[in-house]
């Protein structure tokens, strides 16, 4: 079974803070993504990257970035910290395939409270 | 630009009862449809897909979801449900074109299956 794992469930931080997210799949999956979701938004994607190092902005990338070092992590970083970025943040990766490059497989959530 | 308009935010139903979770999208392009599952306290399952060929998908779980082009829409049905269905429900677009094209999430629609 695909695993993605998220490195905490919850998490509290303060204004200004830099924040890391850290998610990891045991899959060998090529595409990684982060989506933040919000309630009546849906899920938006943040960033999107499809192999190591490299890295594609998605609809919300202000305030955020990311580094993706080894194929199976995928971090998310809060540059400094505001109480707008309070939401939950979902990690997925998916394999790469000829026509489509959606996420399959998430983890089960970081819920961000920023005070 | 693609969009997606879930168009019930909640839907109630009675265990046994038939269910259909409505889902429109707008594109000026051709397009591949999703539906996603999220169980309370978990990330997203994938559920089915529309890439091409037969209008009516099947996906896990006993639903299933038929693309109208003319209507530009893509419903999730269930002849029964069960309670263990209760969960969050979102539909998803993306345009069919070379390279990556960012998915497009609704805004979900709660479903809560009753005894």
């Known amino acids: 079974d695909v695993k993605v794992t998220q490195s905490s469930r919850y998490l509290v931080k303060r204004t200004g803070e830099k924040v890391f997210l850290e998610c990891v799949q045991d899959?060998?999956?090529?595409?990684m993504f982060w989506y933040r979701q919000d309630p009546g938004l849906g899920l938006r994607l943040i960033y999107f990257?499809?192999?190591?190092?490299?890295?594609e902005k998605g609809d919300i990338p202000e305030g955020y970035s990311v580094s993706r070092e080894k194929k199976e992590r995928f971090s998310l970083i809060l540059e400094s910290a505001s109480t707008n970025q309070t939401s939950m943040y979902l990690c997925?990766?998916?394999?790469?395939?000829?026509?489509?490059?959606?996420?399959?497989?998430f983890g089960d959530g970081t819920r961000l409270s920023i005070l | 630009a693609q969009s997606v308009t879930q168009l019930d935010s909640q839907v109630p139903v009675f265990e046994e009862a038939p269910v259909e979770l409505r889902c429109n999208y707008s594109?000026?392009?051709?397009?591949?449809l999703f539906w996603y599952v999220q169980y309370p306290n978990q990330g997203l399952q994938l559920l089915l897909k529309?890439?091409?060929?037969?209008?009516l998908v099947k996906g896990i779980n006993g639903f299933e979801a038929e693309f109208n082009k003319s209507q530009t829409s893509f419903h999730l049905r269930k002849p029964s449900v069960h309670i263990s269905d209760t969960a969050e429900y979102f539909c998803?677009?993306?345009?069919?074109?070379?390279?990556?094209?960012?998915?497009?999430f609704g805004a979900g629609t709660r479903l809560a299956v009753h005894p």
């Open positions: 997925a990766s998916s394999y790469w395939d000829r026509i489509i490059h959606q996420p399959q497989h």
């Open positions: 899959m060998d999956h090529e595409n």
């Open positions: 990257s499809y192999d190591v190092k490299m890295k």
């Open positions: 594109s000026s392009v051709s397009v591949y």
């Open positions: 529309y890439l091409s060929g037969s209008t």
């Open positions: 998803a677009v993306t345009r069919v074109s070379g390279g990556y094209n960012k998915l497009i």
